[in-house]
Nanobody, 123 residues
């Protein structure tokens, strides 16, 4: 089972990036998927999660209204559209999958993790 995140890079304040995570090895259509991030020198933190059906999403207060999580079960992918980026969004972003259908903000609920992709927002 592998999760491969991509799409990170360097962007100016106010810009946008779209991260994508592809799952391989098994289907994730019946699992909740999430994005977490680890800013430099800090602990990993929750960003967003989406349930198996895409009907329910959860966002951290710091990104709500700027980021949008979506998934394509046919392609086994989950995306994170990031708009109005700020320097404090600089972090390594990780995608993760639960062994359950509902998304949560609890890092310990996620079983599978991708390798991370770096997002750097310059001021």
């Amino acid at each position: 089972v592998q999760l491969q995140a991509s799409g990170g890079g360097l962007v100016q304040t106010g810009g946008s990036l779209r991260l994508s995570c592809a799952a391989s090895g098994r289907t994730f259509s019946n699992r909740a998927l999430g994005w977490f991030r680890q800013p430099p020198g800090k602990e990993r933190e929750f960003v967003a999660a989406i349930d198996w059906s895409s009907r329910n999403t959860v966002y951290a207060d710091s990104v709500r209204g700027r980021f949008a999580i979506s998934r394509d079960n046919a392609k086994n992918t989950v995306d994170l559209q990031m708009n109005s980026l700020k320097p404090e969004d600089t972090a390594v972003y990780y995608c993760a999958a639960r062994a359950a259908v509902w998304g949560t903000a609890n890092e310990g609920d996620y079983v599978y993790w991708g390798q991370g992709t770096l997002v750097t927002v310059t001021s």
